[in-house]
C-alpha cells in the first residue's frame, strides 16, 4: 500500500506551537485585509455619499488591486491543505475542514441576515430562505444569491477540498500529486476552451493554478528541492498570473473606476508565490512571533463580515466624519466583530465539531466496512488520524510547519512509498 507517512512531532504540532509557520498566518491577514479595503474604497458603491473614486481618488487607483488578495488566498490554501491531507485519513480531513469552516461561517451567516433583514434592509434585501439556503454554504449550487459577495470564494475552495478528497481516496504518492498538479490546470483550461459547463464546474479552470502551485511548494517543503518540483511551480505560477489578468476586466475594470494594468496583475500574482515560497522555504519559517497567529486567527472571521457591515458603518458616519475617520472606524469595528466571532463561536466550537464529526465518520465506516476489514483511512489500514491543521480558508487553514526533507527525521519512517 502506497502511503504518506508521518513526520513526529511536526505536523502533529498544536495550534500556536512552536512549530508553525507564523509569517504565514500574519499574510493570510495581509490578503484579507486587502479584500477588505478594496471594497471599503475601491469598489463601486453609493456609502459614501458619492462614488469611491471622488472620495478616494489616489487610494482607489491601489486599492483596486486589493481584489487579489484572494490569488494570495488561494495559493497559500494549496500549501496548506495538502499540509492538512497529508498523512491523515479522509474522515479526519472531512472534519478537520467541516470543524474549521461552518461555525465561523454560520455565524457571519447569522450577523449578516440581521443586518441585512432588522438594522439596515436598504442595504440589500433579503428573505429568510435565501438566507437559509446560504446557511448550508451551497447557495451557489442552487443558483441562490450570495449573502455576502466575498461567499464566491468559498464555493471554489469547497470543491478545491472534493478534488483533494477524491486524490486521498485514490492514494497519494509523489508521482499521483505531481500528475495531479500539472494536469489538473491544463485539462480545467482544456474544458474552459471546450465551453464544458459541468467540466468547468468541477475543475476550476481559472483558479487551479494557484492551488496546485501551492500544492506542490509544499510538496518542495517536504520532499526537497527538485528541477520537476520547481517547474511544476513556475508553470502554474505563470498559468495564474494568465488567468488572473484575464479574470482582472470583471474583477476590477468593470466594478471600480480603475483600468487595470497586466503587467501590475502579473507582478502581484507572481509575487503570490515568491512570498509563501519565502515565507515557508527559508528562514522566515523561524519567525516565532505569537501576534502574527493572532491576527491569522482573524483572517477568516473578517473575510466574512467586513463587507456589508463595514458599509453600514461608512453609511452611518459619513455625513459626520471626515473619510478617512471613517475609514479607520469601518476597519476597526469590523476587525472587533471578527474578534468576536472568533472567540466567541470559533473557539468554543470548531474542535468540538471536528470531534464529533470525526467520531461519527470513523462509527459510520466500521458499520458499513466488510467484516475482518478496517476502514479505509483507519490506522490499521496505513494512516495514522491526526489533529487538525487549521485556522482557516479564505483564510480558512491553520499554517503549521513541517520540516523540509531530511531535516530531523529518520528517513525509513517518513518517506513516500513509491509505486
Not at 86 to 113: E, H
Not at 133 to 146: D, K, S
Not at 186 to 199: E, H, I, Q, T
Request: aromatic share 10%; hydrophobic share 50%; charged share 15%.
Amino acid at each position: 500500500m502506497v502511503t504518506l507517512s508521518s513526520e513526529p512531532g511536526r505536523t502533529a504540532a498544536r495550534d500556536g506551537g512552536p512549530d508553525r509557520f507564523r509569517v504565514l498566518d500574519g499574510l493570510r491577514f495581509v490578503a484579507a485585509l486587502s479584500v477588505v479595503v478594496f471594497h471599503f474604497t475601491a469598489r463601486a458603491h453609493e456609502d459614501w455619499g458619492t462614488s469611491v473614486d471622488r472620495v478616494f481618488p489616489t487610494l482607489s487607483q491601489y486599492a483596486a488591486y486589493g481584489t487579489l488578495g484572494v490569488e494570495f488566498f488561494f495559493v497559500i490554501s494549496g500549501f496548506v491543505i495538502l499540509m492538512t491531507a497529508w498523512d491523515r485519513s479522509l474522515a479526519d480531513y472531512t472534519a478537520s475542514r467541516i470543524g474549521r469552516l461552518f461555525p465561523a461561517y454560520w455565524a457571519g451567516v447569522a450577523l449578516s441576515t440581521l443586518l441585512l433583514v432588522v438594522l439596515w434592509p436598504e442595504g440589500r434585501p433579503v428573505e429568510l430562505g435565501e438566507a437559509l439556503v446560504n446557511a448550508t454554504m451551497l447557495q451557489e449550487a442552487w443558483g441562490v444569491h450570495r449573502l455576502e459577495g466575498v461567499y464566491w470564494t468559498l464555493w471554489i475552495e469547497l470543491r478545491f477540498y472534493l478534488l483533494v478528497g477524491v486524490l486521498m481516496l485514490v492514494g497519494l504518492t509523489r508521482a499521483r500529486i505531481v500528475a495531479f498538479c500539472v494536469l489538473w490546470p491544463v485539462v480545467g483550461a482544456m474544458a474552459a476552451r471546450a465551453d464544458s459547463a459541468l467540466l468547468e464546474a468541477v475543475l476550476l479552470p481559472t483558479h487551479a493554478p494557484l492551488f496546485a502551485g501551492g500544492m506542490m511548494l509544499y510538496f518542495v517543503l517536504r520532499e526537497g528541492h527538485s528541477l520537476v518540483a520547481w517547474l511544476v511551480v513556475g508553470m502554474n505560477a505563470v498559468f495564474a498570473a494568465h488567468a488572473a489578468d484575464r479574470a482582472a476586466v470583471g474583477r476590477i475594470d468593470e466594478i471600480t473606476a480603475v483600468e487595470h494594468s497586466s503587467p501590475v496583475v502579473w507582478l502581484v500574482t507572481l509575487g503570490c508565490f515568491a512570498v509563501v515560497a519565502a515565507a515557508t522555504l527559508t528562514r522566515l519559517r523561524e519567525v516565532r512571533w505569537r501576534w502574527l497567529t493572532v491576527l491569522g486567527a482573524l483572517t477568516y472571521p473578517l473575510y466574512l463580515v467586513h463587507e456589508f457591515w463595514g458599509r453600514y458603518v461608512i453609511h452611518l458616519l459619513t455625513p459626520a466624519l471626515p473619510e478617512y475617520a471613517v475609514l479607520g472606524i469601518a476597519l476597526a469595528a469590523t476587525v472587533a466583530l471578527a474578534w468576536g466571532v472568533h472567540r466567541l463561536v470559533e473557539r468554543p466550537f470548531a474542535g468540538r465539531l471536528r470531534r464529533t464529526i470525526l467520531r461519527e465518520l470513523q462509527d459510520l465506516q466500521r458499520t458499513t466496512a466488510p467484516v475482518g476489514t478496517a476502514p479505509v483511512g483507519s490506522p490499521a489500514a496505513g494512516r495514522a488520524v491526526r489533529p487538525p491543521h487549521g485556522l482557516g480558508t479564505p483564510g480558512c487553514h491553520g499554517t503549521r510547519t513541517a520540516s523540509p526533507a531530511g531535516v530531523g527525521r529518520d528517513p525509513r519512517a517518513s518517506t513516500l512509498a513509491r509505486s
